[in-house]
C-alpha cells in the first residue's frame, strides 16, 4: 500500500459516496484519517469496515513501520452514528459492537507496527475507545475524552473497560466510565491518558514527528515490546521475566541487533531494515 488512498473499495467518482477515511503512506509512515468532518466523524457501518480493512493491510505491510491516526475537522471521532441505530433494520448492538467494533481493535492491538494518536478534538463514545487502543496518544488543547454511553442508556464497548482502567487507575476509570464525565486534555495529561498536550496548529507536526521517531527504530524489537506489555497485565512476575527473556532472545537474533550494536561502536545512526 502506497501513495494516497480512499477508504472503501472503490474511490468516490461519478457519484459514488465519499470515501469515509483517507489512508497516506510516506517514508514508512501511514496516516488512517477519520474523514466524516461535518458528522465529528462519528461511526457508520461502512466507515467500521473501511476502518478494519485499513488497518488489516496495514498490518501485512512491512514497509510500513508506523501509523497515526487522526481525524479531519473539529472532533477526533464523536462515537457511533445514532442515526443507523434509527433505521429499521439496525442489527441488535451486540451483534454491531462484536462485528464491527471488536474486530477493529483487536486489529489495532494486533499489528506489528506502533499507533500514534492524534486528537484534535472531542474523542467520545467509541471515539475514545479508539484513541485509547492506541499505543501513544498526543492531544490538542482543544481535545477532549468522554465515555458518554450513560447518557443513551449503555454500556462502555470498544474496549473502553479493559483500556481505561489500565491508563489511568481503577478509582478514575470507574468514575469517567459510570458518570460520563468530560475528561480536558490537561486533564488527561496530569492522568497519564495522553503523553503531551500541544497547540491545535502543532498537532499533525507533533504526532508525525513521533511515528517518525517509531519508524527510525528496530521494528522487530518494536513489536516485541508492544507484545510484552499488552501482556503484563495477565502475568505474574516470574512469567513476565521469562517472556522477556523469550522476546530478547528473538530480538537480538535479528540483523537489527547486529546493526544497533554496530552503530553504537562506530558512533553513527543505525539503519534498521526490519530483519
Not at 48 to 54: K, N, T, V
Amino acid at each position: 500500500m502506497t501513495g494516497s488512498e480512499p477508504g472503501s473499495a472503490e474511490a468516490a467518482s461519478g457519484g459514488e459516496p465519499a470515501p469515509t477515511i483517507r489512508v497516506e503512506v510516506v517514508d514508512a509512515i501511514a496516516t488512517v484519517t477519520l474523514d466524516r468532518p461535518d458528522a465529528l466523524n462519528a461511526l457508520t457501518g461502512r466507515m467500521l469496515a473501511d476502518l478494519l480493512a485499513a488497518f488489516r493491510r496495514i498490518g501485512r505491510d512491512r514497509s510500513i513501520r508506523a501509523v497515526v491516526l487522526k481525524g479531519t475537522g473539529r472532533a477526533f471521532c464523536a462515537g457511533q452514528d445514532l442515526k443507523e441505530r434509527l433505521e429499521p433494520d439496525a442489527p441488535p448492538l451486540a451483534v454491531v459492537v462484536r462485528e464491527r467494533y471488536n474486530p477493529i481493535i483487536a486489529a489495532m492491538r494486533s499489528i506489528d507496527q506502533p499507533i500514534v494518536g492524534a486528537i484534535n478534538g472531542v474523542a467520545a463514545g467509541a471515539g475514545a475507545s479508539l484513541a485509547f487502543a492506541c499505543d501513544v496518544r498526543v492531544a490538542a488543547e482543544t481535545a477532549s475524552f468522554a465515555l458518554a454511553f450513560g447518557r443513551i442508556g449503555l454500556v462502555p464497548d470498544s474496549g473502553a473497560t479493559w483500556f481505561l482502567p489500565r491508563l489511568v487507575g481503577p478509582a478514575k476509570a470507574a468514575e469517567l466510565a459510570l458518570t460520563g464525565e468530560t475528561l480536558s486534555a490537561t486533564d488527561a495529561e496530569r492522568l497519564g491518558l495522553v503523553a503531551k498536550v500541544v497547540p491545535p496548529e502543532a498537532l499533525g507536526g507533533e504526532a508525525r514527528a513521533i511515528a517518525e521517531r517509531l519508524a527510525g527504530l528496530a521494528p522487530v524489537a518494536l513489536a516485541q515490546t508492544k507484545r510484552a506489555l499488552e501482556r503484563s497485565w495477565t502475568l505474574d512476575l516470574e512469567t513476565a521475566l521469562e517472556e522477556e527473556a523469550w522476546r530478547q532472545g528473538i530480538a537480538g537474533a535479528t540483523d537489527d541487533h547486529t546493526e544497533g550494536i554496530a552503530a553504537f561502536v562506530e558512533k553513527r545512526a543505525p539503519h534498521f531494515n526490519g530483519s
